[in-house]
């Protein structure tokens, strides 16, 4: 069984507008799409900024509304679950957020900051608490005496640690990686990476990895679904991806990652301009009569394309 099963997930915003304030449209931030993740699986939701990857990201932690479609945890749909209930089914998921600056509360102790997930769900004395936030705040690479400082005297990389050790106290299954490392120095982003990858074997952890760059989570995913407008336009194992992307949107994502070596960066750039042009020209093509990016066919056991 999948860990995590998402089924044809909507989330409408309605856009109000008139002087009644009433509902005249909605935004389709996700608009359908669908995916499973299994135990110790990095999955990565790649597309360009306001397609819908953070929209989608929560609604499976249950910070967005969901307006249809169902969210199948460990087999359970948590989508339907409200309050305590909720709580209680999703203490297995946590997210690691975009920005480490403004994530964290700045008024509170690193000690607070970790050990808040472990007060909501276990009763543990002082000591313990003290114990087990500082053998965290030490497994991601921090001083111990880090626990009695404050976020702004931490750098970036650092900052990223604390947001890492904090949701990992409930040991969860899934954890949502939310852009962590596009606030970062390249230089640290690696590192972060990296970093995530040795817990990831540690902890036995599944991600549900976000991104706008394909280029970022070329060597971390196993499989990987390209979203557009609120939609799946390709979905498929890394290498599918990588290696022989079908749709013009996926291919212009991968046109967009930068060459390192000088000497093929002007073959690049004739390549990205000929992606352009085809995107360009192709665009209509991608929509049905109504608007909609088509559904997902399956072109082999693990690769599929949004094709009519
Ligand atoms: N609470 C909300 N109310 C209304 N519209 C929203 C809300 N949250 C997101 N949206 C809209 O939904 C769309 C998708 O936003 P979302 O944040 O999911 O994009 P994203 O793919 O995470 O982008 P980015 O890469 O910039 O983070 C955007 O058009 C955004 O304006
Ligand atoms: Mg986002």
């Given at each position: 069984?999948?860990l995590l099963?998402?089924?044809?997930l909507?989330?409408?915003?309605?856009?109000?507008?008139?002087?009644?304030?009433?509902?005249?449209?909605?935004?389709?931030?996700t608009?359908?799409?669908s995916?499973e993740?299994e135990?110790?699986?990095?999955?990565?939701l790649?597309?360009?900024s306001?397609c819908?990857?953070?929209?989608?990201g929560?609604?499976?932690?249950g910070?967005n509304?969901v307006?249809?479609g169902?969210?199948?945890?460990e087999?359970?749909?948590i989508?339907?679950?409200?309050?305590?209930?909720k709580?209680?089914h999703?203490?297995d998921?946590?997210?690691?957020?975009q920005d480490?600056?403004?994530s964290l509360?700045s008024?509170k102790r690193?000690?607070?900051?970790?050990a808040?997930?472990?007060?909501?769900?276990?009763?543990?004395?002082?000591?313990?608490?003290?114990?087990?936030?500082?053998?965290?705040?030490e497994?991601?690479?921090?001083?111990?005496?880090?626990?009695?400082?404050?976020?702004?005297?931490?750098s970036?990389?650092?900052?990223?640690?604390?947001?890492?050790?904090?949701?990992?106290?409930?040991?969860?299954?899934?954890?949502i990686?939310d852009?962590?490392?596009?606030?970062?120095?390249?230089?640290?982003?690696?590192q972060?990476?990296n970093?995530?990858?040795?817990?990831?074997?540690?902890?036995?952890l599944?991600?549900?990895?976000?991104?706008?760059?394909?280029?970022?989570?070329?060597?971390?995913?196993?499989r990987?679904?390209?979203?557009y407008?609120?939609?799946?336009?390709?979905?498929?194992?890394a290498?599918d991806?990588?290696?022989?992307?079908q749709?013009?949107?996926?291919?212009?994502?991968?046109?967009?990652?930068?060459?390192m070596?000088?000497a093929?960066?002007?073959?690049?750039?004739?390549?990205?301009?000929a992606?352009?042009?085809e995107?360009y020209?192709?665009?209509e093509?991608s929509?049905?009569?109504?608007?909609r990016?088509f559904?997902l066919?399956?072109?082999?056991d693990?690769?599929?394309?949004?094709?009519?």
């Open positions: 069984m999948s099963k998402v089924n044809d909507k989330v409408h915003f309605p856009i109000r507008g008139g002087f009644f304030k009433r509902v005249v449209d909605y935004v389709r931030a608009d359908g799409i995916f993740i135990p110790g699986e990095t999955y990565g790649v597309g360009e306001g819908g990857k953070t929209t989608t929560r609604a499976v932690i910070l509304h307006t249809s169902e969210i199948l945890f087999g359970k749909d989508a339907k679950l409200r309050g305590k209930e709580r209680l999703t203490r998921i946590q997210m690691i957020f480490p600056y403004s509360n008024r690193v000690l607070d900051i970790v808040e997930p472990l007060r909501n769900f276990e009763r543990l004395s002082p000591d313990e608490e003290l114990s087990r936030v500082q053998a965290l705040v497994r991601v690479g921090l001083n111990p005496e880090a626990v009695y400082r404050y976020p702004h005297q931490f970036g990389g650092q900052r990223q640690r604390i947001g890492i050790a904090r949701a990992l106290t409930l040991n969860p299954k899934l954890i990686a852009e962590p490392v596009s606030a970062l120095d390249v230089s640290v982003q690696a972060v990476l970093f995530m990858q040795d817990i990831q074997k540690e902890f036995n599944s991600y549900l990895f976000i991104s706008h760059d394909l280029g970022v989570v070329q060597h971390l995913c196993d990987i679904g390209i979203m407008r609120g939609r799946l336009v390709e979905e498929g194992l290498e991806i990588y290696e022989n992307p749709h013009i949107y996926t291919k212009r994502l991968i046109s967009a990652i930068p060459e070596d000088p093929k960066r002007l073959e690049k750039t004739h390549l990205r301009q992606i352009d042009e995107y020209a192709g665009y093509q929509f049905d009569e109504n608007g990016l559904d066919k399956k072109i082999s693990s690769h599929s394309v949004s094709t009519p």
